[in-house]
C-alpha cells in the first residue's frame, strides 16, 4: 500500500513565524504535490515537483516556497506565516509521466492555525 | 482553466437508499479520480477512471469522456458514507497528474 505521511496533524504558529511542513511517501513516486483546502473552495494546488529539485508553481504560490532535495520528501514552506494562510495542507503523491495507474495519493492533513 | 462542477453541493440520504453524483469538467482531460474524503480530513482514492465504467463494492463510477462528465452511483448507502466526495481531473493539456478539483459533494447518510 502506498503511504504518504505528514509531519505533524495540528500546529499552531504566530504571525511571521517560518513555518515548515514535511510530506514523505515510501512508493518511489516521481511526482509530489502540495494542496490547501479552505470551506467552500475545495482544493488548490500551491507547489508540485516531478523529480529531485524540480519544481512547478500551482495555483496558488504567492506566499509559498517548496523544497525536494529527496525523491521520498517534499517540504513545504511558509517564509512569514499569516493569518490568511490558516488552512488543512494536503500532501499527494503520483507516479511518474507515461506510468499507470496515475493516481494521486494523499497523506493526513496537516492542519495549521496562524495566530 | 478547466472547469469542474459537482453536483449536488450537499445531500442527505437516508440508510439504504441510492444516490447519483455528477462531475462536469469543461476540457479533455487525460485522467479522473473520484476521491471520499472522511470526517477526518483523509482523502481516500475511490475510482481511477479516465473513462468507462468500474465498481468496487456497492460504489461504481462512470465516465464518459466525450460527453465531458462523470458519475459516482452510491447503493444501498450507509452512515460510512458520509463525508465529502471529490471529483478530480487532469486537463490534455497539464501533464505530469497535475489534477484540478470540484469543490465537492457533502453526503450525510442518516441512520
Known amino acids: 500500500d502506498v503511504k504518504v505521511t505528514q509531519s505533524s496533524r495540528y500546529l499552531v504558529k504566530r504571525t511571521g513565524e517560518k513555518v515548515f511542513l514535511e510530506c514523505v511517501q515510501d512508493?518511489?513516486?516521481?511526482?509530489m504535490f502540495w494542496y490547501r483546502q479552505d470551506p467552500g473552495l475545495g482544493l488548490r494546488l500551491i507547489y508540485f515537483s516531478y523529480d529531485v529539485k524540480m519544481k512547478e508553481k500551482g495555483d496558488i504560490p504567492e506566499g509559498y516556497s517548496v523544497s525536494r532535495e529527496k525523491k521520498e520528501r517534499f517540504s513545504l514552506i511558509l517564509e512569514s506565516a499569516s493569518t490568511n494562510q490558516t488552512s488543512m495542507y494536503l500532501c499527494a503523491s503520483s507516479i511518474g509521466q507515461g506510468r499507470r495507474p496515475y493516481e494521486q495519493y494523499f497523506g493526513p492533513g496537516t492542519r495549521l492555525t496562524v495566530t | 482553466g478547466i472547469q469542474v462542477e459537482q453536483s449536488p453541493p450537499d445531500l442527505i440520504l437516508q440508510e439504504g437508499a441510492n444516490s447519483t453524483l455528477r462531475c462536469n469538467f469543461s476540457?479533455?482531460?487525460?485522467?479522473l479520480q473520484w476521491f471520499h474524503q472522511n470526517p477526518w480530513g483523509q482523502l481516500i482514492n475511490l475510482f481511477y477512471?479516465?473513462?468507462g465504467t468500474k465498481q468496487n463494492g456497492r460504489l461504481s463510477a462512470t465516465t464518459v469522456a466525450t460527453e465531458r462528465y462523470s458519475l459516482l452511483y452510491i447503493s444501498s448507502s450507509q452512515t460510512t458514507d458520509s463525508g465529502v466526495y471529490f471529483c478530480?481531473?487532469?486537463?490534455?493539456?497539464?501533464?505530469?497528474?497535475?489534477?484540478?478539483f470540484g469543490k465537492g459533494n457533502q453526503v450525510v447518510v442518516i441512520p
Open positions: 512508493m518511489d513516486h516521481e511526482n
Open positions: 476540457d479533455s482531460v487525460n485522467n
Open positions: 478530480a481531473v487532469e486537463p490534455r493539456r497539464y501533464g505530469n497528474n497535475r489534477l484540478a
Open positions: 477512471i479516465p473513462s
